[in-house]
């Protein structure tokens, strides 16, 4: 049984190869069998699910995940309510359910935060989205997701749309991609392109992309289009997310102008995509948010060396 990262982290996806990425996907498949019905490998194990942010997805994928392994979960879904409001430091609180899991999913607005629970604890910690920077079993999803639509990854132009400052779903993703013989379009409002360092750091790894200014344009050349949400939240000023809010929408009209590509969005979604979209058979995003369970049924299998994978 190979043991890709048996008792590793899972903390960034720039760490990971394109071979380790496919193996978890292939698991993945594998574990489809067991998202309804269940198994028992976890049996006796304990997740501990740490989310100082708000989440409906990840936080609800992994606890289904590993309940569905047969193990169980423990955790919070904000701080408060935690010691963390009586001043408790987040070492302090990560060296404490250290004590009592086996494994550790943390959700934190702080860049480098599961870096930081990575290097302070012993127990595999995953990293299920920190600030703007990282959100790999994100694009473990995402890229799942593109190969059961698409057959392959590979010859594929992807047109990432939307926030792609401050959306981390976008950085891990694109990433990833350099992994994969894929050409890349951005399509932002200029406040909010892809930051100078990604860009950078993807040309190096002999990925270069194309900024195209038009939404539609972008799109007429995609085979699938990530649209994101724009992250409210990690404006420093309301004001500034205000001139953006609505920058950008797609409907039917526009995405049957542009040949109907594969869209996919991380959720949640706000206004930048017509809910009279939901039921067209190239809209695939609740899939996509489904994949999340096998996906990181597979991911927590490798992590915790689960045997019966
Ligand atoms: N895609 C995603 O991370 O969704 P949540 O914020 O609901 O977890």
């Known amino acids: 049984m190979p043991d890709t990262f048996a008792g ?25 069998k067991y998202t309804k019905v269940g198994t028992d490998s976890a049996s006796g194990r304990l997740m501990g699910t740490l989310f100082f942010e708000p989440s409906t997805r990840t936080r609800l994928s992994f606890q289904a995940a590993m309940k569905r392994l047969g193990g169980d979960t423990i955790g919070f879904s904000s701080k408060e ?35 930081l629970a990575a290097e302070l604890l012993d127990i595999p910690v995953i990293n299920g989205g920190d600030g703007s920077a990282n959100h790999p079993t994100q694009t473990l999803l995402d890229l799942y997701t593109i190969r059961e639509e698409l057959g392959e990854i590979d010859g ?3 047109t990432l749309a939307g926030d ?37 750091e993807l040309e190096e790894e002999g ?3 194309e900024e195209m200014s038009d939404l539609e344009a972008s799109m007429q050349k995609a ?25 950008y929408r797609i409907d039917r009209e526009l995405l049957e102008r542009c040949n109907n590509p594969l869209l996919l969005h991380p ?24 994949n ?7 991911l927590i299998s490798n992590l915790l060396n689960l045997s019966d994978r």
């Open 156 to 158: 594929k132009t992807i």
């Open 267 to 290: 959720l949640p979604r706000v206004n930048e995509i017509d809910p009279d979209v939901d039921e067209l058979d190239n809209t695939v995003f609740f899939d996509q948010a489904g």
């Open 164 to 200: 792609l400052r401050y959306s981390r779903t976008t950085r891990s993703l694109s990433r990833a991609l350099t992994g994969f013989d894929v050409e890349l379009i951005l399509n932002s409002p200029e406040q909010l392109r892809m930051k100078d360092d990604l860009l950078l």
């Open 223 to 247: 085979d699938l289009v990530y649209a994101t949400r724009i992250q409210k939240e990690r404006f420093p000023d309301v004001s500034e997310y205000r001139k953006v809010a609505n920058a």
């Open 8 to 32: 590793q982290d899972f903390t960034t996806i720039r760490d990971k190869s394109r071979e380790e990425l496919e193996y978890i996907m292939d698991e993945a498949r594998g574990m489809e």
């Open 292 to 298: 999340g369970v096998p996906v990181r049924m597979a």
């Open 81 to 115: 309510g935690t010691s963390v409001k009586k001043g408790e430091t987040l070492a302090d609180t990560l060296r404490t359910v250290e004590q009592y899991v086996d494994i550790l999913v943390m959700r934190h607005p702080s860049e480098g935060s599961a870096k």
């Open 207 to 209: 990925l270069k992309p």
